[in-house]
């Protein structure tokens, strides 16, 4: 059985910078798909970036985060990172990161990456809080 655990969350001023990290046990993540995903009370978990790991090595940014948050691989292939620049106090949720466990949406349709209940293995989450 897998386990996740999220760090690296904190409270920043906007326009600032976090990396949040993702610890895998069981799998490495070059044989399996992730995905971050962001939360706040009362409403739905929303998709942030998703990677496929193997297959076509696909990566897909909500388009809220374009251009300011990315995946980054780690020389610890047990860990993978979410970098967030230039961060707005919309960006403030409960961050998780999730994985398929080793494999089972490495053929899927692309779509389905960006579905929660699509995921195996989910993390307790880290809280990002951005200021203005």
């Known amino acids: 059985q897998e386990q996740l655990v999220e760090s690296g969350g904190d409270s920043v001023q906007a326009g600032g910078s976090l990396k949040l990290s993702c610890a895998s046990s069981?799998?490495?993540?070059?044989?399996?798909?992730m995905g971050w995903f962001r939360q706040l009370p009362g409403k739905e978990r929303e998709m942030v970036a998703t990677r496929r790991f193997s297959g076509d090595h696909s990566t897909s940014y909500a388009d809220s985060v374009k251009g300011r948050f990315t995946i980054l691989e780690d020389n610890n292939k047990n860990i993978v990172h979410l970098q967030m620049n230039s961060l707005k106090p919309e960006d403030t949720a409960m961050y998780y990161c999730?994985?398929?466990?080793?494999?089972?949406?490495?053929?899927?349709?692309?779509?389905?990456?960006?579905?929660?209940?699509?995921?195996?293995?989910w993390g307790q989450g880290t809280q990002v809080t951005v200021s203005s």
């Open positions: 069981g799998y490495s993540y070059t044989y399996s798909c």
């Open positions: 999730a994985s398929d466990g080793g494999g089972k949406l490495v053929d899927a349709p692309r779509w389905w990456l960006f579905d929660p209940g699509k995921y195996n293995y």
